[in-house]
C-alpha cells in the first residue's frame, strides 16, 4: 500500500513539473490538479490499484464514487479531465501502453439559465427611462441621450435582439409605416422581427429629439445607423449601452449585475413563453439556429403548463 501511493505521488510530481515547465500552468492550476490525483490516488488503492495498473472499469467506478459522493457534474468533469491529461502522459511517458481514459465520456453538464428579470422589473426600468425623457430644465442633448437609452430598451424588449444586432440597427428600421424589421444576425443570416407600437412610438421620439438639436435652418444628412456615434464602427458601442443599462438599473432601485443586454434577451423570451408563445416562434424570433439553444427555457413552459393543470383541471384540489 505504502510502495503504491510513493508511485502515485512520484509520477504525479513529474506531471505536475510538465504542466509548468511545458504548458506554463499557474500555482493554482498545479494545485487544483494536485488535489484531483491525490483523491483518485487514494480510491485506486483502496481497490488495491495505481496509476500503471488501473484500467478503463476502475476509472468508471472512480466516476461512480464521485457521483455518490454527492459531487456536482462540473466537478465530476474536472477530475476526468484530470485523470485524462494524467494518462495520456504517462502514455507519452511510456509508463504506460494505453490510455484507460481515451474512451470514458464526462457527465452531460446542464446548461442553466440566465438571469431573467420579472415583467415588474422590467417595467420599473421603462418608466424610469422614460421619466428621464421628459425631466424639466434638461439641455437637448440630455433630452437626446434620454431618448435614445428609452428607445434602446423598447426595440430591445420588444425584439429580443442580440445586443450587437440591436445597436448596428440601420436608420432605416425606424420608418414610420414599419411594422417589421429586418435582422442581419449570426452568420449574416437575415431575419424579420416584429415591431410592436410602444418601440414604434420610442423609435418617433427618439428621431424627433435628433431633430431638435439640428441646427435651425440647416439640413444635415442624417447618418446611416439608427444610432450613431463618432466611434470607429460608426453607431453605439455595446459596452457604452451596457453601462448606461446598468445605471438605468440603479435608478430604478434594481441591483446593476443583474442587468444587462443579454439579461433583457433573455427576458423577452422567457415573458413570450410564460405568457403561451410557442417555443418554434421563440426560436425563430431570436434567431437561434438550433432549437436545442431554444430549449433553455423549457423549464418556463413546464411551469406553465403546471399551473394551468393546477388551475384549470377539473379534479385540480381548490
Known amino acids: 500500500m505504502g510502495s503504491n501511493k510513493a508511485s502515485d505521488a512520484h509520477l504525479t510530481s513529474l506531471f505536475l513539473d510538465m504542466l509548468a515547465a511545458e504548458q506554463g500552468a499557474g500555482d493554482n492550476t498545479l494545485d487544483a490538479y494536485r488535489r484531483d490525483l491525490e483523491d483518485f490516488s487514494a480510491f485506486l488503492a483502496r481497490a488495491r490499484q495505481n496509476f500503471v495498473t488501473a484500467d478503463t472499469q476502475t476509472l468508471r467506478d472512480y466516476l461512480g464514487d464521485l457521483d455518490v459522493r454527492g459531487f456536482k457534474s462540473s466537478s465530476v468533469a474536472r477530475r476526468l479531465s484530470a485523470m485524462r491529461h494524467l494518462f495520456r502522459f504517462l502514455l507519452n ?5 494505453d490510455d484507460p481514459a481515451a474512451i470514458l465520456s464526462g457527465p452531460k453538464r446542464g446548461r442553466s439559465l440566465p438571469k431573467v428579470l420579472s415583467i415588474s422589473d422590467v417595467d420599473r426600468m421603462l418608466a424610469q ?18 431618448a435614445r437609452l428609452y428607445c434602446l430598451l423598447e426595440v430591445l424588449y420588444a425584439t429580443g435582439l442580440r445586443v450587437s444586432e440591436l445597436v448596428s440597427l440601420p436608420l432605416s428600421a425606424a420608418r414610420r409605416d414599419a411594422r417589421m424589421i429586418v435582422v442581419r444576425g449570426k452568420g449574416n443570416k437575415e431575419r424579420l422581427v416584429p415591431l410592436n407600437d410602444a418601440s414604434r412610438q420610442a423609435m418617433a421620439d427618439y428621431l424627433a429629439a435628433i431633430d431638435d438639436q439640428r441646427e435651425p435652418g440647416k439640413a444635415a444628412a442624417r447618418p446611416k445607423w439608427l444610432f450613431p456615434s463618432f466611434g470607429e464602427s460608426g453607431h453605439l458601442t455595446r459596452q457604452h449601452f451596457a453601462r448606461e443599462l446598468k445605471d438605468l438599473a440603479a435608478a430604478a432601485g434594481l441591483a446593476p449585475r443583474l442587468v444587462s443586454p443579454h439579461v433583457l434577451r433573455h427576458a423577452f423570451a422567457s415573458h413570450l413563453l410564460h405568457n403561451g408563445a410557442d417555443l418554434r416562434i421563440v426560436q425563430t424570433l431570436l434567431g437561434h439556429t438550433d432549437i436545442s439553444t431554444t430549449q433553455i427555457y423549457t423549464h418556463v413552459v413546464e411551469e406553465r403548463l403546471k399551473s394551468l393543470v393546477r388551475d384549470l383541471h377539473p379534479l385540480a384540489e381548490t
Open 129 to 146: 427611462a422614460k421619466q428621464a425623457v421628459a425631466v424639466p430644465g434638461a439641455s437637448s442633448a440630455q433630452r437626446l441621450r434620454a
Open 93 to 97: 511517458e511510456r509508463t504506460r501502453t
